[in-house]
């Protein structure tokens, strides 16, 4: 596989859909999983450096333990972090698990709190966790995956959602769990099997944006943007009320979900 990347990079044919290969990709490298078919097994994390228009050889940035895979690398925006998972390999895999490494290589660090931590309770995070993409540079880190784990009292284990869980890099710098418990992100069909979140930047269509670090005027200092205007609730409605995800509010407590992919909305109670 790795030979065949290097064929790819001279021709620089690196899209997702060329091999079936997992990669992440950073202003001068990629890095990608080695391993080719539905359930690559013994899959490595290799990168192919970018230099002046030219493509280098690829070479191995971490082999994974006996039996195990690692697969779907993502950069963090300063790409310093490479956040990947690591299980048996293939669809299915409850074993799946969160992890991040240095770009510079060195020993992994487990998402133990992303992975394990759910409803409140430590548990052994068998929920195929995968699929990570860091968040747009802000405030914090963050990242998004996908799992199967129960969602509160609200949905049992097994369907598959796109949760967030926030990263502290110093920690993860000194070999510590950097990883905080998971929440999940709203707006999903309750019903629904999500997979390989992608994130974007807020855009204010009414005032140009707020621009901020890394908004709409570039990826460094940001630009200034318009005057943003708070948003105005067109109703204030109460809990098991139809409600409008963009346009109406709940009452303090509740918020507007669905659970019958998107073709209806309700005011719905938070968990306490």
Not at 205 to 214: H, K, N, T, V
Not at 222 to 242: F, M, N, R, W, Y
Request: proline share 7%.
């Amino acid at each position: 596989m790795v030979d065949d990347l290097c064929r790819s990079a001279a021709g620089e044919d690196l899209s997702p859909d060329s091999g079936g290969l997992h990669r992440g990709q950073a202003p001068d490298e990629v890095v990608f999983a080695t391993g080719d078919g539905d359930a690559p097994g013994g899959s490595s994390l290799a990168r192919i450096p970018y230099s002046n228009g030219v493509w280098g050889q690829a070479s191995v940035l971490l082999a994974p333990p006996a039996k195990k895979s690692d697969l779907f690398p993502s950069f963090s925006p300063d790409a310093a972090w490479i956040a990947f998972s690591r299980g048996k390999g293939g669809h299915g895999d409850d074993t799946a698990q969160l992890m991040v490494l240095s770009a510079s290589g060195g020993q992994p660090v487990e998402l133990l709190n992303a992975n394990r931590v759910t409803s409140n309770q430590r548990t052994d995070g068998q929920y195929q966790n995968s699929q990570p993409t860091w968040a747009p540079p802000g405030d914090l880190n963050w990242i998004a995956f996908n799992t199967k784990r129960e969602y509160g009292v609200v949905r049992p284990e097994g369907t598959q959602q796109i949760w967030v869980a926030a990263i502290d890099v110093q920690k993860a710098a000194a070999g510590q769990d950097p990883s905080y418990p998971a929440f999940r992100v709203p707006f999903q069909g309750l019903d629904e099997n999500n997979h390989r979140a992608y994130w974007t930047l807020d855009i204010n269509e009414d005032s140009g944006g707020a621009g901020g670090s890394g908004g709409t005027g570039g990826a460094d200092a940001g630009g200034a943007g318009g005057s943003p205007t708070e948003p105005v609730c067109s109703k204030i409605l109460d809990v098991d009320e139809l409600c409008d995800p963009v346009n109406d509010c709940c009452q303090t407590g509740s918020y507007c979900d669905t659970s019958d992919d998107g073709v209806t909305y309700t005011c719905i109670a938070a968990i306490r």
